[in-house]
């Protein structure tokens, strides 16, 4: 997506608030957005996201009512391409429109840095499909991983 103009659409909802996280402050409410999946390894600290961001990626929280409920990546694969990553919504949030609008705000931060914006999924994620599809990306190819056994 090269276009500010398709994004323009798609407000978010007044009860929400979108922020980028800042290391190490936001450590806590980033970890309490992971566990929602299960615990945490003893491993993961905040220097494993500092050097995240070393590597060119940047996390933003959805927050409602001060609880991270969806979070999204920007990451800086390419010098002129960026990618709307890792989208999460907890499960009970979903179907709310929360992954379209933290989708939405980093896609708008990837394009006002004028890089062209790209976003992935697997073929059996449609909700995924839908939101993407959404927010106007146009499909340009696939993207296969090659299992060890496959080499």
Not at 100 to 123: G, H, M, P, S, Y
Not at 129 to 143: C, D, E, P, S, W
Request: net charge negative.
């Amino acid at each position: 997506m090269d276009s500010l103009a398709e994004l323009n659409r798609f407000m978010p909802n007044d009860d929400i608030t979108i922020k980028w996280l800042k290391m190490p402050d936001d450590f806590d409410l980033f970890c309490e957005h992971l566990s929602e999946r299960g615990p945490l390894a003893k491993d993961f600290t905040v220097d494993v996201v500092l050097d995240w961001e070393r590597q060119g990626i940047t996390y933003c929280g959805l927050l409602k009512k001060g609880k991270m409920v969806a979070r999204s990546a920007v990451e800086r694969y390419l010098p002129d391409k960026w990618e709307t990553a890792d989208v999460r919504v907890w499960a009970s949030e979903r179907g709310n429109g929360y992954a379209r609008q933290i989708c939405c705000f980093v896609t708008k931060f990837i394009l006002e840095n004028n890089k062209t914006a790209t976003c992935r999924t697997e073929d059996y994620n449609i909700p995924m499909q839908h939101v993407i599809n959404a927010l106007g990306f146009k499909k340009v190819g696939f993207v296969s991983n090659i299992n060890e056994n496959q080499v």
